[in-house]
């Protein structure tokens, strides 16, 4: 039921915001661009005993023109995660580090590109992404979607997948976005415990994040957002998680949260799979 209010009261929003539409204002970069993230999250997972999982996140991405292709340009994202959690006479610490690379074309309604990602989890093992993703811009209606394939090494992450997502993101102002979103994945992993063998892994998750840009002249942003997150395994009970984030965000230079998003880095949602904590 909450999963549900949550993706209508989404979708209201995003309606609102369709009626409001003014012209779609982008384009291709012509400078460098920058933006600075950190962020806190709360995570709940539904499997008897488990504790609360906390992690904070630091992270910064950049991109640039590439003068010799009109429209041509590209950009780095790298983040560092510490998560911890404590209870039941435990304590866990991992530490997350995760880089990436896109290359996309812009005009004036649209982005389209490719994107890799590369994610190592300390004592748990990688994950490697690679795949295509695009938006379109309605007016005030940013439409978006990313697919690709999975690669995990190192221990139980060994195996190979695909992943799908899809999001529209409507400005109620050019300050404030409000964004729903729903990724799929699917990882045939190695053995996920002694006498289980190989699994298949298929996550699906269910997101709502609001973004405001409440100091335009510096580029300071706050934003939050919840995840609602299914993971089902061939040889084990399904499980989920409800994942709560609060973060604050910095973009190089002046201007509205819209022309951040269409006009400097790719909107922080679409690079690469959510679930390798490059969303930052």
Request: hydrophobic letters at 40%; a negative charge; charged letters at 10%.
């Amino acid at each position: 039921m909450q999963k549900r209010t949550t993706m209508m009261g989404t979708a209201c929003v995003l309606a609102a915001a369709a009626l409001t539409a003014g012209p779609a204002a982008a384009a291709t970069l012509t400078d460098f661009a920058g933006v600075l993230g950190t962020n806190y999250s709360s995570s709940d997972n539904s499997q008897s005993g488990s504790n609360t999982l906390k992690s904070w996140l630091l992270g910064g991405s950049a991109a640039m023109p590439l003068s010799t292709l009109d429209g041509l340009n590209a950009q780095v994202d790298a983040s560092y995660t510490h998560n911890w959690a404590t209870g039941n006479g435990r304590h866990f610490s991992r530490e997350d580090w995760n880089f990436g690379g896109s290359a996309f074309w812009a005009n004036m309604d649209s982005r389209i590109g490719i994107n890799g990602t590369y994610s190592n989890y300390n004592r748990v093992g990688h994950i490697t992404t690679g795949g295509a993703f695009g938006e379109y811009y309605f007016g005030a209606i940013t439409v978006m979607g990313k697919g690709g394939w999975l690669s995990g090494g190192g221990t139980e992450l060994g195996g190979h997948g695909n992943y799908l997502g899809g999001a529209a993101s409507g400005y109620i102002i050019p300050d404030l976005a409000v964004t729903g979103a729903v990724e799929w994945a699917d990882l045939v992993t190695g053995r996920a415990c002694q006498t289980c063998g190989r699994n298949d892994l298929r996550s699906t998750a269910f997101e709502a994040i609001v973004e405001y840009l409440f100091v335009e002249d510096l580029g300071i942003s706050a934003w939050a957002g919840y995840t609602y997150q299914s993971d089902k395994f061939s040889s084990l009970p399904d499980t989920h998680n409800n994942v709560w984030r609060v973060g604050v965000r910095w973009y190089l230079g002046g201007g509205s949260l819209m022309d951040h998003h269409r006009n400097g880095n790719l909107n922080p949602w679409l690079p690469g799979l959510s679930a390798a904590s490059l969303a930052f």
